[in-house]
Each structure stands twice: as structure tokens, then as C-alpha cells.
């Protein structure tokens, strides 16, 4: 019985050693450092700005209109500007919305 006691922990001894060693070997985890996550983050932000820009700037209506576009954060981006009718400035506003990656949009459109 004794024998049975020895080779029940020598198993269990060998195991633990081997599941400690396929946990060493495996790569640690897929984890960005915080810099390169704002600069990610930064990065689709810079994108989304830009096709928001250029959404504006093909639509006939609003191409010749003083319409900037820039973003804040987080897919954040602010229009401003102006424009004649509310109707336009509202189409602008639908447009910028559209764009994949604009969470919120804040209207800083003059009209008249």
C-alpha cells in the first residue's frame, strides 16, 4: 500500500511539473501597452475624420459649404461651419453619422 501511496504523488508530481511547463511555453497573453492603444485609438480617429471630411466633400450640396470636420476622441467628431439652410446643415450632420466609426457627432453648424 505504501507503493501504490509513492507512485500516486510521484504521478501527480509529474504532471504539475509538465502543466507548469506547457503554461511557460505558451506566449503570454496579447496584451497592448497602454501607449500603443491611444496611439491606435488616435490613429482611427485620424481615419474616421478623414472619411467624414471626404464624405462632405463629395456630396454636391455640401461641397462648396465651409464645413470643417475634427474629432475629439473615441469616434467623437465635431462639425462646424456654416451653412444656408437648416436643411443642409441637417444633411451634413446625417452624413457624418453614416460614417463607419462616429459614435457621436456635435453639430457646431451655423445656419443663415
Known sequence: MHTSTLTRLL???LMATAASASFAADPEP???PADQVVAQAQTGDAAVTSQAAAVLQ???DL???PLTVSSTTAGVVVVKGSAPSAELAQKA???VQAVPGVK???NEIKVG
Open 11 to 13: 504521478s501527480a508530481a
Open 104 to 106: 457621436e457627432v456635435r
Open 63 to 65: 461641397q462648396a459649404l
Open 30 to 32: 496579447a496584451t497592448a
Open 58 to 60: 463629395q456630396d454636391k
Open 93 to 95: 450632420i446625417k452624413l
